[in-house]
């Protein structure tokens, strides 16, 4: 099992910056992909970022890439997610997510590779 703890959320403006933070306990030894995916009220769940538990690769949305960047602290089993230029468009719950296999299809790394999923952490960007 692995649990999984976002902290970072939170109000801000636009062109404003935001770090979330995913901590990762339990059997780590088998994660091998973290993904960050969000969802606005009405809409669906997309996919935003993902990148391999060695750090080695990393995959970004389109409306994200230049913009956002995530990275792994590997001596702290804790992957982050920083935002910057952040858009009213961007505001959602962000989840995160650790599954034991890294898979991209169509550009993406899609929701069902994921085993495990953090509560989510709202971020709101007002204009």
């Known amino acids: 099992q692995v649990r999984l703890v976002e902290s970072g959320g939170g109000l801000v403006q636009a062109g404003d910056s935001l770090r979330l933070s995913c901590a990762a306990s339990g059997q780590t030894s088998n994660i091998k992909a973290m993904g960050w995916f969000r969802q606005a009220p009405g809409k669906a769940r997309e996919f935003v970022a993902a990148?391999?538990?060695?750090?080695?690769?990393?995959l970004y949305a389109g409306s994200v890439k230049g913009r956002f960047t995530t990275s792994i602290d590997g001596a702290l089993n804790t992957v982050y997610l920083q935002m910057n230029s952040l858009k009213p468009e961007d505001t959602a719950v962000y989840y995160c997510a650790a599954g034991g296999l890294y898979r991209v299809i169509g550009g993406i790394t899609p929701a069902d590779v994921y085993d495990y999923w953090g509560q989510g952490a709202q971020v709101t960007v007002s204009s």
């Open positions: 990148l391999t538990w060695s750090g080695a690769t990393t």
